[in-house]
């Protein structure tokens, strides 16, 4: 039994080690994924989208520092950006499917916060996108263990 436990081992300090990878990954995707529907595509941002954009963008920077320079409160920093960004997300899905009246909206200029621009496979939005954006790197950060110095 105690070989067993020894063969887990290695192989979940590896998984934990490749959680901040995976994070800055998603990070990155979402910032170029961001980029690229507005630039590219010209899908002009609402203001939920930009207040979500201003708790992604960073996080391709602290989370990316704290790999290279192996800073355990990486974990923290990264997490209160993804917990604000997630909170937005959910907001904005809400809004986007009707859960929450538009009256309730912040978006009283230029683009609605409801606006269907994009559904991929009839379902996937941007909101969407973002939502699986923040809670997948909510969950990298959750369950990374970092070495305490």
């Not at 529907?37 to 941002?45: D, H, I, K, R, Y």
């Not at 207040?51 to 974990?75: E, H, N, S, T, W």
């Amino acid at each position: 039994m105690e070989e067993s436990e020894s063969v887990k081992t290695p192989e979940i300090g590896k998984l934990n080690e490749s959680l901040p990878y995976l994070a800055w990954a998603a990070a990155l995707a979402g910032l170029v994924g961001s980029l690229f529907l507005s630039e590219v595509m010209q899908f002009p941002p609402c203001t939920l989208c930009w207040y979500q954009r201003v708790a992604m963008y960073p996080l391709v920077v602290i989370i990316g520092a704290g790999i290279v320079m192996r800073d355990p409160r990486m974990k923290t920093y990264a997490l209160s950006l993804i917990v604000c960004g997630l909170a937005v997300a959910i907001y904005h899905n809400l809004l986007y499917y009707g859960f929450i009246p538009e009256t309730l909206t912040p978006c009283s200029e230029g683009v609605s916060c409801s606006s269907r621009q994009l559904e991929l496979f009839g379902f996937v939005t941007i909101p969407l996108m973002s939502l699986g954006s923040f809670v997948f790197l909510g969950l990298m950060m959750f369950l990374y263990k970092p070495k305490e110095l």
